[in-house]
């Protein structure tokens, strides 16, 4: 029996690295939902896009906030990566309901 080549959370894809830290619709999930709460904490609109949210550039009229968003998206890759070969989605804070800001 071998192994199958496609993305463990949503079976769909083959699981390149990109599609599992990015277009994966299960990550894609996880990360709207931390820039929807960066966006709450900030008091402006923080949209996901894997330049910030996977390599860290942040856009020039978000900078004054830089702290907050670098902690915040360390939060959200770290769970990423501690569930990387998991089927279950990653979470933040220990489980969904506490990533209410």
């Known amino acids: 029996m071998g ?3 496609n993305c463990l959370k949503c079976k769909a894809r083959v699981g390149t690295r990109f599609h599992c830290l ?5 990550i ?3 990360w709207k939902e931390v820039c929807a709460n960066i966006s709450t904490a900030i008091g402006q609109q ?3 896009n894997p330049l910030m949210c996977l390599l860290r ?15 915040l998206l360390i939060l959200a890759r770290k769970s ?4 990387w070969v998991a089927a ?10 506490s990533l209410k800001l």
Not at 88 to 97: A, D, K, M
């Open 80 to 83: 990423i990566m501690l569930r």
């Open 28 to 30: 894609q999930s996880l």
């Open 46 to 48: 923080v949209t996901e």
């Open 3 to 5: 192994t199958s080549p």
């Open 88 to 97: 279950e989605p990653p979470f933040l804070y220990g489980s969904r309901s």
């Open 57 to 71: 550039y942040i856009p020039v009229s978000l900078v004054q906030h830089e702290h907050v968003i670098q902690s």
């Open 22 to 26: 990015w277009e994966c619709a299960i």
